[in-house]
């Protein structure tokens, strides 16, 4: 018997973005619980899911769900509306959109390390920028990125490494959210 290709429904979609937000949080959770191996610094495994939506379902599934994961994050820590909440938001949603440009105009410029680097690197260059603006009068702040951009390379690597993993065993429904 042959299997004819069917369009995901709207409720098949919004269950699997349910889903993948929920292995998202559980990334993060799981990274949470480990602690972080620097002050202000992170790995960043819960973006291994987005980014692989992103290359496999499109943007709007990969922006939906970096945007719920950081609500659920910020829930389950206690910290939704605090400063390290608006840290979090602004890096995620800023590095995801930039990635997503970036991968929308020229999908074979950057491979999924190089989409990974730039989005630590965006998500990083953020978190500062919001320091900058809202919490430090200083400009001094910024002389942090160059270690910051180090951190990236290495955190960003690592995220493609999974996430090149996990695109090898995973199949999404290719819906583009």
Do not use: C
């Amino acid at each position: 018997m042959q299997h004819r290709a069917v369009k995901p429904t709207r409720s098949r979609r919004i269950a699997e973005l349910a889903l993948w937000t929920g292995v998202a949080s559980v990334l993060f959770t799981v990274e949470e619980a480990v602690g972080l191996p620097l002050p202000f610094f992170r790995l960043g495994l819960a973006n291994v899911i987005p980014l692989a939506l992103l290359i496999s379902a499109g943007a709007g599934a990969a922006l939906s769900v970096a945007v719920l994961r950081v609500l659920v994050a910020g829930f389950l820590t206690g910290s939704l509306f605090h400063p390290s909440f608006v840290f979090s938001a602004t890096g995620g949603v800023l590095s995801m959109l930039a990635v997503a440009g970036v991968y929308r105009l020229a999908p074979r410029l950057f491979g999924v390390a190089g989409l990974s680097i730039l989005g630590a690197f965006i998500k990083n260059a953020a978190q500062i920028a919001v320091a900058s603006l809202l919490y430090v009068a200083d400009l001094d702040v910024w002389s942090v990125l160059p270690l910051f951009f180090l951190v990236s390379v290495g955190a960003g690597t690592l995220v493609a490494f999974i996430t090149r993993g996990f695109l090898a065993r995973i199949r999404f429904s290719g819906s583009s959210g």
